[in-house]
């Protein structure tokens, strides 16, 4: 069975950081491109960022790119994303996505998400 | 980027009926277009991939089409847990972009 869990949501304040993880199971991981989209809360989807299966490909989403760092830990079957210089409207729900093939998207599968909160 | 677009943004139906929610794009995607549902609290769920591919166990109510620009998802006699809110994503180019969503509520 395919499981996502994702951990490292928190209270952080205005320009401080955070480490998101994602530990993935049920799957060869490193076979599969992963990915990470948030929701603020009351609000839509919107989709973060990207990494290939083995690591060298990232995109971003203009609203996080310089600020967010995509990473992946195949020997632990762990999607990271490291979150900079964090502001008011980066708070949302962030859930890590496993697409359905071998290609980008769709998200087949996803994560329970997991709550980040920038204020002061 | 592409823009996505929804409409309408929130729909009153009732069990039984069958409605049409409309996603369009602002170029050419071919049909790199998936739809999702989401229920309070929850991840979303995969329904549509592809424009009309019906994802794995998801009922054949659902229904999607389309192609280039404008796509369709259609449900066909609303049961009460279809009651949700449904986006629409292109899977055409970085970024995979959403559509604001359309909160489908029963009237």
């Known amino acids: 069975e395919v499981q996502l869990v994702e951990s490292g949501g928190g209270l952080v304040q205005p320009g401080g950081s955070l480490r998101l993880s994602c530990a993935a199971s049920?799957?060869?991981?490193?076979?599969?491109?992963m990915s990470w989209v948030r929701q603020a809360p009351g609000k839509g989807l919107e989709w973060v960022s990207a990494?290939?299966?083995?690591?060298?490909?990232?995109y971003y989403a203009d609203s996080v790119k310089g600020r967010f760092t995509i990473s992946r830990d195949n020997s632990k079957n762990t999607l990271y994303v490291q979150m900079n210089s964090l502001r008011a409207e980066d708070t949302a729900v962030y859930y890590c996505?496993?697409?359905?093939?071998?290609?980008?998207?769709?998200?087949?599968?996803w994560g329970q998400g997991t709550l980040v909160t920038v204020s002061s | 980027d592409i823009q996505m677009t929804q409409s309408p943004s929130s729909l009153s139906a009732s069990v039984g009926d069958r409605v049409t929610i409309t996603c369009r794009a602002s170029?050419?995607?071919?049909?790199?277009l998936n739809w999702y549902q989401q229920k309070p609290g929850k991840a979303p769920k995969l329904l549509i991939y592809?424009?009309?591919s019906l994802q794995s166990a998801v009922p054949s109510k659902f229904s999607g089409g389309g192609s280039g620009t404008d796509f369709t998802l259609t449900i066909n006699s609303l049961q009460p847990e279809d009651f949700a809110t449904y986006y629409c994503?292109?899977?055409?180019?970085?970024?995979?972009?959403f559509g604001q969503g359309t909160k489908l509520e029963i009237k």
């Open positions: 049920g799957f060869t991981f490193n076979n599969y491109a």
């Open positions: 994503q292109q899977s055409s180019t970085t970024p995979y972009t």
């Open positions: 996505a496993k697409p359905l093939s071998s290609s980008w998207t769709p998200y087949d599968y």
């Open positions: 170029q050419s995607i071919s049909s790199y």
């Open positions: 592809a424009a009309s």
């Open positions: 990494i290939s299966g083995r690591g060298g490909s990232t």
